[in-house]
């Protein structure tokens, strides 16, 4: 007589079933008992791959800023200049809307001391930073502004996510007229 078979877990799934949860119905949602729950195992088996919540939510960090460099990576291909800004401005909010839960967890936990955070954080800047490149301004200008596009991008997208543009103004025009203003920010930066 043989028992109940047993399911045979690895670290993706444990991260994927976590994401989706947090997508679906908010990062608060988020508990090592809900995983367990969805993944239909006890939640001891989780300790195999997660070190506990706060593993978890860097986990789940990283990922979220793996998401995000990949489609800021995808959206800046072929294109350049004030082109490359709105691309990778319209690909951070697509990213944003896409994986609510998911981006919600990059703020979750402190990236600083962190290396591994710290470095997706880098990946990221350094996309934006790639993007810049047809603008006449030098590396370091370079690395300032890809780091004030991407603190820009992310304001807009966490006010947007959290109901935090209470106004009747059109988002995507409120979008749009910033846009406008980083890419003439940049332009006066060439000069």
Not at 100 to 114: E, F, K, N, S
Not at 121 to 138: H, K, P, Q, T, W
Request: net charge negative; glycine share 8%.
């Amino acid at each position: 007589m043989t028992g109940p078979l047993r399911r045979t877990l690895d670290p993706a799934q444990v991260i994927e079933c976590a994401s989706e949860i947090a997508d679906r119905e908010g990062f608060d949602a988020v508990t090592l008992t809900r995983v367990a729950d969805e993944l239909g195992v006890r939640q001891p088996a989780l300790y195999r791959h997660v070190d506990g919540y706060d593993d978890l939510v860097k986990l789940l960090a990283l990922r979220g800023r793996e998401k995000l460099a990949g489609s800021l990576t995808e959206a800046a291909i072929g294109v350049s200049g004030e082109d490359a800004v709105v691309a990778i401005g319209r690909a951070w909010r697509e990213v944003v809307r896409t994986h609510p839960g998911l981006y919600a967890a990059t703020d979750r936990y402190p990236c600083a001391g962190d290396v591994e955070l710290e470095e997706a954080v880098e990946r990221i800047v350094a996309v934006i930073a790639r993007a810049l490149g047809s603008f006449s301004i030098d590396e370091d200008e370079r690395v300032h502004v890809a780091r004030g596009l991407r603190s820009s991008f992310h304001g807009f997208s966490h006010l947007e996510s959290g109901d935090g543009h209470p106004h009747e103004h059109d988002l995507d025009d409120t979008f749009d007229h910033l846009l406008e203003l980083l890419i003439a920010g940049i332009r006066h930066l060439e000069r």
